[in-house]
């Protein structure tokens, strides 16, 4: 490997670090049964949630909308999966729906991602660039004890990935060059827009985010400056 | 104590964890040597640093200006007290300049700090809320060791303390009320900006800030809701 090493390494987080689809999806199975829908599989309706907001993200520049933090987009994506079920959000308890919107913070680090950030950050800064809001970040770090020197990401620049203003004003605020950041992310068009703006790149495979089925960015792989299959083998292959 | 626990500590930094004078006054020597000017009082050239800075701060939502990030503003502070010792900056090696500056990433933290922080963490998430950008925040804790849960301030909300807005901001984007975020700061002004905004606060007294001398908001003095002579001393008020 030629590529030098970066300064600072920025980590997407959801899918990348946590398991969303058995985190929610397990959350989900109490929520459902409390409003009388234990009928609906749980981990299909995490996949509409999450569909939703991918969708929302792509879209998200060019719908014009200010930019509002990820709690309260989950929140509308969490009521139109719920209608998709023919459930109306308005007329259920709204201190559950809160807290079930809150399971996005309650997610699960993959059983590798703690030693592995924790061995990472013995030599580089490891900070978040996530959509996800400061208080949902703060709030899954200190559950998992996800070790993050900062929390960066959407709410901090106030663009969704993959937005490159999101990107390009991560590296201004972290003081650096666009190729001295490294973005770690299991996501190829993640990745892409990453390298579209400049920055390096590391992919972590994480064959079980979508339950064993092929992720929907397959298609946007590339020969990325990084390669691992989890956090550990990413710290070898950057000399920690 | 009747006041109910927060549920975030927000740190002022500049004073409260680190000891800026004694740091930029160490760093100040060899700077100071390398330009020819052995014969200033590196103390005294820190404390005209840091006098800039109070005023500016003071009057930088009114002064009109865009926000631009502390770095930034500590440059212009450091070729102005250049100039105050009849130094031309602009004819100064640049690096020099640079290095000089970053003089305020590299601040030590007083004795009990990380001790202390990392007692608090173990029961509040514990933030920034400092003036600093979050470049110099970050540098400033990955070489001390101050265990952050997150780096917000400033940099974050777009707004410099004492404006309200900084102290709201905050609290928004940590999804508290306001009463429910405290304020941690060995400075009364700010304690008093944080009130003002419905924040709780705790007072930590750092008698050496100022090299022992009375601090200049000395008369901003208040009933706190905390008073605590160290960090350590602090967590055992907060039932740590």
Known sequence: MTRALPKVLA????????????????????????????DVDPAQFADV?????????????????????????HREMLEAALRGIDVDPAVL??????????????????????????????????????????ALM??????????WDAILGAEVTGFYKPDP??????????????ADLCLVAAHHSDLAAARACGLATAFVGRPLEYGGREAPDAAARQDWDWVAGDFGELAERLGC
Do not use: C
């Open 138 to 147: 703060l709030a899954m770090a200190r559950r998992g004890g996800l070790p």
């Open 165 to 178: 203003r999101a990107y390009e004003a991560t590296a201004r605020i972290l003081d650096v060059a666009p």
């Open 93 to 134: 308890d709204q201190e559950l729906l809160t807290d079930w919107n809150r399971a996005w913070h309650r997610l699960d680090p993959w059983p590798d991602a703690v030693a592995g950030l924790t061995r990472l950050k013995a030599r580089f800064p490891i900070v978040t660039l996530s959509n996800g809001n400061v």
């Open 49 to 73: 949630w999450r569909m939703q907001y991918l969708r929302t993200m792509q879209d998200y520049a060019v719908s014009g909308r200010a930019f509002v933090p990820l709690d309260v987009l």
């Open 11 to 38: 980590f997407d987080v959801f899918g990348t670090v946590v398991d969303w689809r058995g985190s929610v999806a397990r959350e989900s199975i109490s929520f459902l049964a409390a409003i009388g829908r234990a």
